[in-house]
């Protein structure tokens, strides 16, 4: 690591602490940063209970830090995953979305809405207020299966087909999507739009430590992949020419970003755009050399879905607006300049 490179990551390192802290602080109990020090050290058992509220610290610690330790997760694996798809398929435009991964989920997550099977009524009986969590991730992970399976030929992973697979899977599983949101009753509707918008509202320790293993994997691994990803954005025969096994790196790629955006959609239902615009900012700005883009997307990504979630649960309070919606507003215009940006590029 250079550097530049390293300078970078600290920065964004400093950005993400910034927006916790700004997070944590922020909302209808107000905070100020020597309360929250006061709070913190009082938790660890270095402080001696003053400087800060009783309800001051059963905010922060049950209600806001949960709520801003699961946005930063979320945010640094939809990041890095986004990260990882763009240098798969060596595209800024690819996402996530693209394999199937966010539809495969939302529609195992409606299925458990909707239809009054006997399956679903056990699995809710056996892991209760975990089971569409898990209903949703069991379908991330199946859809990505199908659209691997497809797009394999003679051991190899062709690119086109993946990208074509994941463009008919998400059309299919968005129509069966629709026919279950058709058939809900309005309880069961309600419930399909608040998730389906996105939402950190839910978040809790138990959440936060659920979901940590399937975030901190892709996190910490993909990071790895770096030098590999760097290769193939040169082509499949220079990398291999080069020493990468590019069907194995291919095969952890989809692993990793299955694994952290099926959690991630699991337990907030589906934020769209972190990882779609965070790595192409991080290439626009900085350097297109996958060592920075992929920890630095877990960094911008943590910092910005947080910074998001605390303008939903602000903008209009005593409500709370979805989060999803706030995503697609930011990523919208961000998602249009890229498109732009590459159509200029096409031209010259």
Not at 111 to 135: N, Q, R, W
Not at 222 to 251: I, T
Not at 263 to 269: E, L, T, Y
Request: hydrophobic content about 55%; proline content about 3%.
């Amino acid at each position: 690591m250079n550097k530049k490179t390293g300078v970078t990551l600290l920065f964004l390192l400093l950005l993400m602490v910034a927006v916790m802290v700004l997070s944590s602080c922020t909302g209808a109990v107000k905070i100020s940063l020597p309360e929250l020090l006061a709070i913190l050290e009082n938790q660890a058992g270095l402080g001696d209970g003053t400087g800060f509220k009783s309800q001051q610290a059963a905010v922060l610690l049950n209600i806001r830090l949960p709520r801003v330790m699961l946005g930063m997760l979320i945010g640094a694996g939809l990041g890095v995953s986004g990260a990882g798809i763009q240098g798969l398929f060596r595209n800024p435009l690819a996402e996530p979305g693209l394999i199937g991964i966010s539809s495969g989920a939302t529609l195992f997550a409606v299925s458990m809405i909707v239809m009054e099977i006997s399956i679903f009524k056990k699995l809710t009986g056996m892991l209760g207020f975990y089971a569409l969590s898990v209903a949703a991730f069991v379908g991330a992970c199946l859809t990505t299966v199908i659209v691997y399976r497809l797009s394999m030929r003679n051991g190899k992973t062709i690119i086109t087909t993946l990208l074509l697979s994941g463009i008919a899977i998400n059309a299919l599983a968005g129509a069966f999507t629709g026919l279950l949101t058709y058939l809900a009753n309005d309880e069961q509707l309600r419930t399909i739009t608040f998730w389906s918008l996105g939402s950190l509202g839910g978040a809790s320790w138990e959440t936060v430590t659920g979901i940590l293993p399937f975030i901190l994997i892709p996190v910490f691994g993909l990071p790895f992949l770096a030098k590999s990803l760097n290769a193939l954005s040169l082509g499949d025969a220079q990398a291999l020419h080069m020493g990468v096994d590019v069907v194995m790196v291919k095969r952890i790629i989809m692993v990793l970003a299955t694994i952290a955006v099926g959690a991630s959609v699991a337990v907030a239902g589906v934020i769209g755009f972190i990882g779609l615009i965070i790595p192409h900012i991080l290439r626009m700005t900085f350097s297109s050399d996958h060592r920075l883009v992929i920890p630095g997307s877990a960094l911008l990504g943590a910092a910005l879905l947080s910074l998001a979630d605390l303008l939903a649960r602000t903008m209009v309070v005593p409500a709370e607006l979805p989060i999803g919606i706030l995503t697609a507003l930011i990523g919208t215009p961000v998602f249009l300049y890229i498109i732009i940006t590459e159509r200029n590029k096409t031209k010259i």
